[in-house]
């Protein structure tokens, strides 16, 4: 294993700093903690924002914490790691990842399953799980990380199961976005949906995460794509009648599979109420609201339709993410079409007024100048 010079030391870098709610980042002086056991130091080269990186920044819905750093779609090269850390070394390519896979538990040893007990998504959490603690400070003062990836920075400290070793031959500048919302969608389809050749898939919300699961329909071959949520679409206002009702009409009485990814209520109860009875399944992807509650008629079900919900896509990060990648290097998955923006770390907030105006699907931050 080749050593290099900042290994086990405190790395002074720039970091995208959020001291408070909704007021633009600012480009600070961080240090950077060398990793503890079974953690392991990146270098970011390329971030990416996800609609997750604003609802937690806005904080809105849930107990603030800052100062905060975020970040969760990014690719890095691994600087250096803590004990214990035997799957990846110094010089690795990988994309962190929000959730985990400690390939030691009930749900990474089950093959239906890639909601990690250790390491599954945790939005509150702002320090390591293990001594409890910030990686990151500003003269002696905690800087609180996010979603264990705080990818908003020249360099992070993760959790070595929320990262994922991928092709050194990869552009990271590309491939970065496969940490979050488009594995989601696609992985929705892929691996849940799994629409036959030929078949009809309806996709509900088309952001990164719809168009992405609408990628994945196109790669399963299915002959009609329809999507709604946008002007150019299917909106479901222009239509007097339920949107369920619209797509039996077009469909000769329902599609084959859909994926519902705005998390509107509605959507989601329109989603699973389109699909065709005897075989049809619709995938919940989208994140409701908390006082939601999901309502159909039992007949609806009984009739041989299935609902199902996903997170993540399905996808284990550390076991699948890799495939995904060579996906893309064997050009059976466009990614380019996903990635609308690109921005210098140091104008970094106006990847978030793309967001915000919707301009965007993605806008790639790159870390070097
Ligand atoms: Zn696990
Ligand atoms: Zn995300």
Redesign the pocket.
């Known amino acids: 294993m080749s050593s290099n010079n900042t290994a086990g030391q405190v790395i002074r870098c720039k970091a995208a700093v959020a001291w408070e709610a909704g007021k633009p980042l600012v480009i600070e002086q961080v240090e950077v903690a060398p990793p503890q056991a079974m953690e392991v130091r990146l270098k970011i080269l390329f971030t990416s924002l996800?609609h997750?990186d604003i609802y937690f920044w806005e904080a809105k819905g849930q107990t603030p914490l800052f100062p905060r750093i975020f970040g969760?779609?990014a690719g890095g090269i691994v600087e250096s790691v803590g004990d214990g850390v035997t799957d990846v070394r110094p010089g690795d390519h990988v994309l962190p990842v929000?959730t985990g896979e400690c390939k030691e538990c009930r749900h990474c040893k089950s093959e239906e399953s890639n909601m990690c007990e250790l390491l599954r998504i945790n939005t509150d959490r702002g320090v390591m799980l293990n001594d409890g603690k910030s990686r990151f400070s500003i003269n002696g003062k905690p800087i609180y990380h996010f979603l264990g990836t705080s990818t908003f920075s020249e360099y992070t400290v993760v959790h070595v199961g929320c990262v994922a070793k991928i092709n050194p031959k990869a552009p990271l500048d590309k491939v970065c976005i496969l940490s979050?919302?488009i594995s989601t969608g696609l992985g929705a389809t892929l691996n849940v949906a799994k629409p036959k050749r030929g078949s009809f898939v309806a996709v509900f919300g088309l952001g990164a995460v719809g168009l992405a699961a609408a990628e994945g329909a196109r790669i399963s071959g299915a002959s009609r794509i329809i999507g709604f949520g946008v002007s150019e679409f299917l909106c479901p206002k222009d239509f007097e009648k339920p949107v369920q009702e619209v797509i039996a009409e077009m469909t000769d009485g329902g599609v084959d599979r859909s994926i519902e990814c705005t998390g509107s209520i509605a959507a989601m109860i329109s989603a699973f109420e389109c699909v065709h009875d005897g075989w049809g399944l619709a995938v919940l992807v989208g994140v409701p609201n908390k006082d939601d509650s999901f309502k159909t008629h039992p007949m609806n079900i009984l009739n041989e339709r299935t609902l199902k919900g996903t997170f993540f896509g399905n996808f284990k990060p550390r076991s699948d993410l890799p495939s995904v990648v060579e996906k893309y290097m064997n050009k059976e998955l466009e990614l380019e079409k996903f990635i609308t923006h690109e921005v210098p770390f140091s104008e970094i907030n106006k990847a978030f007024a793309y967001m915000l105006q919707g301009d965007s699907l993605r806008c790639i931050i790159r870390m070097e100048a």
Do not use: I, Q
């Open positions: 996800c997750t969760h779609e929000f979050c919302g």
